[in-house]
Nanobody, 123 residues
């Protein structure tokens, strides 16, 4: 069972930056593809980004390409999401996710989820 703990959320003005971190309990961390989803009230959780176990492959949803960067440190069992040029529409609860095999875009592709961290972007 992989346990994921997010940190780094908060309140920021539009155009600013935040960096989210996710610490994983799993000692075979490098065997997991790691990602981020986000959820706004009244909507389903939506894919944001994913990175392969080796860190050599990444995918992003179109709305964050060029602004967000996902990275990982396998020595520290940590995945990060650097968010730049933030917009009010990026406001959401952000969830760290993990999967052994998938680098998918759907919630069902990820069996392991963190508790979430709130990101609020003011206009």
């Amino acid at each position: 069972q992989v346990q994921l703990v997010e940190s780094g959320g908060g309140l920021v003005q539009a155009g600013g930056s935040l960096r989210l971190s996710c610490a994983a309990s799993e000692r075979t961390f490098r065997n997991y593809n790691m990602g981020w989803f986000r959820q706004v009230p009244g909507k389903e959780r939506a894919f944001v980004a994913v990175i392969s176990g080796s860190g050599g492959s990444t995918r992003y949803t179109d709305s964050v390409k060029g602004r967000f960067t996902i990275s990982r440190d396998n020595a520290k069992n940590t995945v990060r999401l650097q968010m730049n040029r933030l917009k009010p529409e990026d406001t959401a609860v952000y969830y760290c996710v993990a999967a052994n095999y998938e680098m998918g875009y759907e919630m069902a592709d990820y069996p392991y989820w963190g508790q979430g961290t709130q990101v609020t972007v003011s206009s």
